[in-house]
């Protein structure tokens, strides 16, 4: 039901827009977030947009990535600008059942097909 692409090699200092399509059940009434993995390490939350429209930033993305979503929700975006070599993961798009702001991969009921980004120096 959700669906991740954008993804790709990118130089560090540059830009890349990751999308999420969504189907079936998940829209408006569901909160959507980004998370990302990379090799040897667990998955980490890097954003959410809340159901009612708040978003929350991972620390090493605030000032750098921007999610937004669609008016009909069924679009979730990931802006990432100033890209790092650290950021080099591949990024799965979840979501989440309720109106709060959700950190830890178990909150989240459904989760989208990963895409690579990698950046490079």
């Known amino acids: 039901q959700l669906q991740a692409s954008g993804g790709g090699l990118v130089q560090t200092g540059g830009s890349l827009r990751l999308s999420c399509e969504a189907s079936?059940?998940?829209?408006?009434?569901?909160?959507m977030a980004w998370f990302r993995q990379a090799p040897g390490r667990e998955r980490e939350f890097v954003v959410i947009?809340?159901?009612?429209?708040?978003?929350s930033h991972a620390n090493s993305v605030k000032g750098r990535f921007t999610i937004s979503r669609d008016n009909a929700g069924n679009t979730l975006y990931l802006q990432m600008n100033s890209l790092k070599s650290e950021d080099t993961a591949v990024y799965y798009c979840?979501?989440?059942?309720?109106?709060?702001?959700?950190?830890?991969?178990?909150?989240?009921?459904?989760w989208g097909r990963g895409t690579q980004v990698t950046v490079s120096s």
């Open positions: 979840a979501a989440a059942r309720g109106d709060g702001i959700y950190y830890r991969p178990g909150s989240y009921d459904y």
């Open positions: 079936g059940r998940t829209g408006l009434n569901y909160g």
């Open positions: 947009r809340s159901s009612r429209g708040s978003t």
